[in-house]
């Protein structure tokens, strides 16, 4: 590899370790719902992101809001000294990408039969502090 190559990935690793984030894996809700929920909470601060994801009556927002919790816990473990009130965390990146499919079949008049796919999602949610410079 490269000197400008491996100094660019040591910065890269350098970056990840201090950044807070946390994934949730084959959450079995269709993307398409859980993105309505996620495009409330993307950008917004995170006491406030909190009791949006609690009031809302959807299933995907329960999910979400322990991801969120999660999240502030791996902040709070890089950052031990430091309080959430003060840092002014935000929800920096929120993604929900497609998982595999669970195939079924329903039964259907005249022995045919329906193609049923059950989706399930990935979310990635990224944690970020709010600076004098932003």
């Given at each position: ?13 350098e970056a ?14 269709s ?76 039964p ?21 502090t ?5």
């Open positions: 590899m490269g000197s400008r190559k491996h100094n660019m990935a040591t910065q890269l690793k990840r370790k201090t950044r807070a984030f946390a994934k949730i894996t084959n959450c079995p809700t993307p398409r719902k859980m993105r309505l929920v996620a495009d409330q909470v993307r950008g917004v601060e995170v006491e406030k992101a909190l009791q949006i994801l609690k009031f809302s009556p959807k299933e995907a927002s329960r999910n979400l809001e322990k991801l969120l919790m999660s999240a502030i816990a791996n902040w709070q473990a890089k950052n031990e000294d430091a309080s959430i009130e003060d840092a002014g965390l935000f929800v920096k990146s929120i993604c929900v990408d497609s998982a595999g499919m669970l195939k079924r079949l329903r259907a008049p005249q022995g045919r039969a329906h193609r049923i796919r059950k989706r399930s999602n990935h979310v990635t949610l990224e944690l970020g709010k600076t004098k410079s932003n």
